[in-house]
Every structure is written in C-alpha cells, then in structure tokens.
C-alpha cells in the first residue's frame, strides 16, 4: 500500500491547510481530521459519544480500496475564522483548491452535517465529482432556516461572552456549547449550554446560513448529475430553547419523510435505525453504509 504523503491546499482567504493523502484508487475527498484527539481532548470526545480518532478511522476503513485526501476542514475555520467570506461559493473554492492540490481532476467527497450542505453547493459547481455522500444533512428539506436562526444566536451571545474554546456552530443539531453542561448528551438541555467560542468562529456560519436563505435545494436538484447517496440517524432531531431561536432541527425526520422524493430525484437513500446525529457520524456506522457504496459506484 503506498506510503501517506503530506501536501497543502491555498484557500480562499489566503490561509493554507495541511493534507494527507493515504492509499490507492478512486479518489475520495474527506474533510476529516486525520490526526486522534488526545489525552482531556479525547476524554471529551468519548464522554459525548464520539471517537477521538474519528477522521483516522474512517481513513483506515477507506484506504485500502482508495485514494483518501484527509482534512480538517472544520478546525480549520475555527481556528483562522473567516467572519465575512464563509460563503456556499467561497467553501466550494476551498474544496476544489483542495482537489487541485491533491491532483485529483475527478473525486468523490463524503460530508457530515454542515460539511454534507458544502458538499451539495459544491456538486452545483463543479463538474468533476465523480460521487457525492451527504450524510446528516438532508439534500431535500435541509434545516437552513433554523439553522440561521441557531447560529445568529450563537453569535448574539459570543459576542456578549466571548470564550477562546472552538465548538462546532455549523453541525446541525450542535450549537456552540459548553460540554460541562451535562454528563448526558442525550438528555442535553441546550437552553443552559453556554457559547465557548468567539464572535468571529460564530459569525463566520452566521455568514455562511445566511448565503443559503433563499437556496432551493429542491430546485438544486437538476444541477446535480453525480452519483449520490444520503443517509442519517432515524433519531437525528433537536429542539433547542428560546435562547438558541426557538426551533428544531429535523434530519432523520426530513429524510424519511422526503424518500421518495430524494429517491425520484436520483438519491440512493440509507436510515440508520435509532441512531441521533452524533452516533450516525461514528466511523462503524458511516463506514458500514460508505464503504460498499462508494465501492459500487466508483469500483477500485
């Protein structure tokens, strides 16, 4: 098996990414940190049911039948933030540049959450996906509305506490959040979870939901002629409090619901029986449901 090689991607913005890139074949974008949470970070990880080597995971389970370009696309905007220009075009730019830098003129990319909604506006502006997966996020009826409102009161209250701690304010069914604020992600009440991150990572997705206001994502359809799949957690739905806008946030619901529509629209549709967001992300299930369909549509 070929050897990891390293390389960088130039985003828009100016700021550079790292990649690493593993194994042979059909190449597979994944923006995924490769590199395991340790020692209080990965206590964390597995305190709300998260592997903390999640990305390096899925990379193993995928390398041996393909190309696997791995990177953390989302640390990335935590850590260098980009307030004003997180845009549907400007995240797209980023991931081409990433497949520029991985000499990879044809590519499928695998997405969660928020990074399944970049994968969608990417397949509307580029020809050269050769597969995509959205998983977490549906392609028809995705939550863009209540996300808007999820992430500008994130924002509102970053701003009014700023805290230097990076959460992830773009993942559907996650605001920006204090893990202390329960021993039980299950049984989370997210009207007491308090903002850990900085008016500039908060804003950045108010920028982003607010590109997306008036998307279509029904009408978005015909400009998608790739091979695609979607799958979520039949238990993916979160109500948040008054604080966090009021709403909830409906995937597992909103795939089912629309099965045949995505279906008639051309997607291959997986649920995953009572799993919620954070368990549908885990690397066993995600690889049990990825692994054979890229294999399908891409061979080796």
Sequence with gaps: MPATTTTAATLHDGHTIALEIHGAGPTVLLPVDPRPAEGPRAEEARRWGMDPALGRSLIEG????????AFDYEGHVMAAPKPDTLTPHNVAADLLAVADAAAADRFAYYGYSWLALSGLQLALRTDRLSALVMGGFPPIGGPYSEMLRVTTAAHE??????????????SAPQPAGNADATDDPEGCDWSAVEVSTTPEQTRQFVTLYQAL??????????????PR?????????IPYGERWGG??????????????ELEAAGWDVRVLEGLDHTQAMQPANVLHVLRPWLASQLGS
């Design 62 to 69: 995928l390398r041996d039948r393909f190309r696997v370009v």
């Design 157 to 170: 209250m970053s701003v009014k506490t700023p805290a230097p701690t990076p959460s992830t304010p773009g």
């Design 213 to 226: 206001r008036g998307f279509d994502d029904r009408a978005a359809q015909a400009g998608v002629d790739c």
């Design 229 to 237: 799949l979607c799958f979520a957690g039949s238990a993916d739905e």
């Design 247 to 260: 709403v909830t946030v409906r995937i597992g619901s909103a795939v089912m619901e629309r099965r045949a």
